[in-house]
């Protein structure tokens, strides 16, 4: 079974095998369709339990940090790449090849969010440790963080079920007390990690880039962090806006 790198730059290309030799010929091939000479940000991508199952991811895993990993190295120490990192939905896959290998960032989707801080216990703070940084994809936990707790909102990529619904209700309910937009609370909160200097929150249209640059600056008291943590809805050790 093949699976994927992923080099994301706009526009990014999908390159595939985890191995040494495949990662490096498909990184020269989407050197040439990319027109570019060099790279940002190289992520191994999707290396996960959701991806390939616990069996195959397993073994994925390995091939990555074994082979795989030895081709981004390479790519770094040779400048033609200036980070590399991980890219998939579960933190417990980023802290464990961090633990093992020496990477720049992670690509973290939906694990960290006004609705998830499982993350907080051990993997960020060992970002924190290794000054690691972390791209912040999924904030929106797949829509329910801006569409709201309403009928057929979305959690994970399927539908969402009721204690999502019930928790995000709760959090909706403080937002309206303190009058702050759901999806601004969502997407000021994971930025104010120190670990967390990028968020992709999804765009399609100009209008919505617009929207969530409004949103990131709306104003929210420190007062609805302090609610949120007292009614148990986000830990007492989530770092929020100043």
């Known amino acids: 079974m093949k699976s994927f790198f992923r080099v ?10 985890y191995s040494y030799d495949g990662s490096m010929r498909s990184f020269e091939d989407s050197l040439q369709r990319l027109g570019v000479s060099r790279i940002d940000i190289l992520f191994i991508h999707d290396i996960d339990v959701f991806s390939h199952g616990p069996d195959l991811q397993k073994q994925h ?12 190295e390479k790519l770094r120490s040779e400048k033609v790449v200036s980070a590399i990192g991980v890219g998939c939905n579960e933190w417990q896959v980023c802290e464990a ?3 093992e290998r020496d990477f720049d960032c992670f690509l973290l989707a939906g694990r960290y969010t006004l609705l998830e801080q499982d993350a907080l216990d051990t993997f960020l703070p060992l ?4 000054d690691v940084a972390i791209v912040l994809g999924g904030g929106f936990n797949s829509g329910i963080l801006a569409t709201g707790a309403v ?9 969402a079920a009721e204690p999502i619904l019930q928790r995000v209700g709760n959090i909706e309910a403080v937002c309206r007390e303190f009058n702050v937009p759901l999806a601004a609370a969502a997407l000021q909160f994971v930025l104010a990690h120190p670990s967390i200097p990028t968020n992709i929150p999804g765009t399609r249209t100009r209008k919505h880039l617009d929207q969530n640059v409004a949103l990131i600056g709306h104003p929210i008291p420190a007062e609805f962090w302090a609610a949120l943590k ?6 007492e050790n989530a770092p929020t806006p100043a």
């Open 61 to 72: 895993f390995r091939t990555a940090m074994d082979s795989g990993y030895k081709a981004l």
């Open 127 to 130: 970002c924190e440790e290794r």
């Open 8 to 17: 994301d730059m706009p526009p990014f290309e999908v390159v595939h095998d």
């Open 97 to 99: 090849a961090l633990r």
């Open 151 to 159: 009928k057929g909102a979305h959690y994970n990529y399927s539908e």
């Open 230 to 235: 007292k009614q148990s809805l986000i830990p």
